[in-house]
């Protein structure tokens, strides 16, 4: 089972505390280190958090460096943790925008973890799937016998991916927001999304467990019909 999550809500949960910004992104931080341990636990196969998008760039520097600092710690403190409960790190995303240092941590954690079985952690930064997209067409422009597998694997090359990750099954959105922003596009054809209103740092285990129950609810059809329906 492949989850992605859109981790939103971080800036209105700190505004409603009358916190700066960062003070919302640093507990939005510890909501992840919760949600990879609920997760791991319910024998998820991929999970992908959306962590930094393209268009973040365009945010107060200041945060920009905030958010940053967080991603670095996180890879330096939690990389162990996920050794110590065979969760396998992968961070998608450009990565000629970042610094060297924020690429070297990437490579290490990466490569700590490269023989993890258990459940693969993917983190999202500076990612657009608009501009996956468009970069996989253009390297595959002059060829012409090109499928549905040789597309994958090049949108992965591009992304950074370890592999070519499974379809994603269940997409959740915190923060109350009904949209997708530029995440995944590919890989949710066919997701059920989950949208709700708890912001990021509110979400817990619990609220976790909460959208696989309804996940298993809903019926997966895929274009086609079930047999009750035929």
């Known amino acids: 089972m492949h989850i992605a999550i859109i981790m939103d809500g971080n800036g209105r949960w700190a505004a409603r505390r009358h916190l700066p910004r960062t003070a919302g992104h640093r507990a939005g931080a510890k909501a992840v280190d919760a949600i990879v341990t609920a997760a791991a636990r319910q024998r998820v196969g991929t999970l992908t958090l959306y962590a930094f998008s393209a268009a973040n760039w365009n945010r107060p520097r200041v945060e920009v460096s905030g958010l940053f600092t967080l ?3 996180y890879l330096l403190t939690q990389t162990q943790r996920c050794l110590e409960q065979s969760i396998r790190i992968n961070v998608i995303g450009r990565r000629d925008r970042l610094s060297v240092e924020l690429r070297q941590l990437i490579d290490r954690s990466e490569r700590t973890t490269a023989h993890c079985t258990g459940m693969q952690l993917r983190i999202a930064v500076d990612y657009s799937a608009q501009h996956s997209l468009l ?3 253009r390297r595959l422009r002059l060829q012409t016998d090109i499928d549905r597998s040789r597309f994958m694997e090049q949108l ?47 979400f817990d285990g619990a609220a976790f467990e909460q959208a696989l129950t309804e996940f298993a609810r809903r019926d997966r059809r895929f274009g086609g019909l079930t047999a009750a329906a035929l």
């Open 156 to 202: 992965a090359a591009v992304d950074h991916a370890i592999d070519s990750a499974p379809d994603v099954d269940l997409l959740i959105r915190t923060g109350g927001e009904k949209r997708l922003s530029d995440f995944l596009l590919w890989e949710c054809a066919y997701a059920e999304l989950h949208f709700v209103d708890c912001l990021w740092p509110d």
């Open 135 to 137: 970069e996989t067409c």
């Open 71 to 73: 991603l670095r710690r």
